[in-house]
């Protein structure tokens, strides 16, 4: 297969720009290429990737198959009063479909990095929205099962950036609810949340997006790093952003530097709070 590449760098897949090499990066076009490359594979372990917005790969690379889907996967369409959308389009690509179609709730998706793919796997959201809020159905290829299956929204269980889909499932199709409504308010919308985001959040910096999780409503991660005394904290070139203290700002060349960080982080907050910080980004690769 041409879409298989050997001893692949992985730095371009990550946002953070860095990561050794993975032994296998397949890139399937299709369904069929993608579930047969697995039924003839069944004993090979692998992780599957969106844009890498939030993946940090590790120094030593990855021994696993990295799987990142191809262009069919990244397909959108209505039919029958709800929209189609590929697992590997962009969440800004959709909302942008839905503002051309007059469609509303799609808005927030405007303002969050990554692929379709990976926002339904966390329930990613802000703004007081998220994907379970939209959703209808969602497809993949089962590894355990070796078929495609299909959940429908009532079938799976939506939490705080986390849903009880398996593991091994690789979505390949997502399908959304529609509601209709005026394409001037969406605009304006999705406008006022860009410029809140812009207001909030560091941009053209080498990041993973947010690094940790809230862990509930009363305490914010920004702020538990903040009160620990973590965002004054720096490893070689790796550092937390002065403008929102969750996104780390990379500027060196080693993912260590990066996870020594969020370990440290990790360590601090729960010795002064005894309160344990999630991290939000997925850490991938040989220690």
């Given at each position: 297969?041409?879409?298989?590449?050997?001893?692949?760098?992985?730095?371009?897949?990550?946002?953070?720009?860095l990561?050794?090499k993975?032994?296998?990066?397949?890139?399937?076009?299709?369904?069929?290429?993608?579930?047969?490359?697995?039924?003839?594979?069944?004993?090979?372990?692998?992780?599957?990737?969106?844009?890498?917005?939030?993946?940090?790969?590790?120094?030593?690379?990855?021994?696993?198959?990295?799987?990142?889907?191809?262009?069919?996967?990244?397909?959108i369409?209505?039919?029958?009063?709800?929209?189609?959308?590929?697992?590997?389009?962009?969440?800004?690509?959709?909302?942008?479909?839905?503002?051309?179609?007059?469609?509303?709730?799609?808005?927030?998706?405007?303002?969050?990095?990554?692929?379709?793919?990976?926002?339904?796997?966390?329930?990613?959201?802000?703004?007081?929205?998220?994907?379970?809020?939209?959703?209808?159905?969602v497809?993949?290829?089962?590894?355990?099962?070796?078929?495609?299956?299909?959940?429908?929204?009532?079938?799976?269980?939506?939490?705080?950036?986390?849903?009880?889909?398996?593991?091994?499932?690789?979505?390949?199709?997502?399908?959304?609810?529609?509601?209709?409504?005026?394409?001037?308010?969406?605009?304006n919308?999705?406008?006022?949340?860009?410029?809140?985001?812009?207001?909030?959040?560091?941009?053209k910096?080498?990041?993973?997006?947010?690094?940790?999780?809230?862990?509930?409503?009363?305490?914010?991660?920004?702020?538990?790093?903040?009160?620990?005394?973590?965002?004054?904290?720096?490893?070689?070139?790796?550092?937390?952003?002065?403008?929102?203290?969750?996104?780390?700002?990379?500027?060196?060349?080693?993912?260590?530097?990066?996870e020594?960080?969020?370990?440290?982080?990790?360590?601090?907050?729960?010795?002064?709070?005894?309160?344990?910080?999630?991290?939000?980004?997925k850490?991938?690769?040989?220690?």
């Open positions: 297969m041409n879409n298989i590449k050997l001893n692949y760098s992985l730095s371009k897949n990550s946002w953070f720009g990561g050794g993975a032994n296998k990066f397949f890139t399937p076009d299709d369904v069929n290429e993608l579930s047969n490359y697995i039924k003839k594979n069944t004993n090979e372990k692998y992780y599957s990737i969106g844009s890498g917005s939030n993946i940090l790969f590790r120094d030593k690379g990855c021994k696993e198959t990295i799987i990142k889907l191809g262009k069919s996967f990244r397909n369409y209505i039919k029958n009063n709800k929209i189609f959308c590929g697992s590997a389009v962009l969440k800004k690509q959709l909302s942008k479909f839905a503002l051309d179609n007059e469609i509303i709730n799609f808005e927030f998706l405007s303002c969050i990095p990554g692929t379709i793919g990976g926002g339904v796997i966390m329930n990613a959201g802000c703004f007081q929205s998220e994907f379970k809020d939209i959703i209808d159905e497809s993949g290829f089962s590894k355990k099962n070796l078929k495609f299956v299909r959940y429908k929204k009532k079938e799976i269980k939506f939490d705080y950036r986390k849903t009880d889909l398996p593991d091994d499932l690789i979505i390949t199709e997502v399908v959304f609810q529609i509601n209709y409504g005026s394409k001037e308010k969406i605009k919308k999705i406008e006022l949340f860009k410029k809140k985001k812009e207001a909030a959040q560091p941009s910096i080498k990041t993973g997006g947010s690094t940790f999780k809230n862990p509930d409503s009363k305490n914010k991660a920004w702020e538990l790093i903040k009160k620990s005394g973590c965002d004054r904290k720096k490893f070689s070139k790796v550092k937390f952003s002065k403008m929102h203290c969750n996104f780390i700002e990379n500027d060196g060349n080693s993912s260590a530097d990066i020594r960080l969020i370990n440290f982080t990790i360590d601090e907050v729960k010795k002064k709070f005894n309160i344990i910080l999630e991290p939000e980004i850490i991938i690769g040989e220690k």
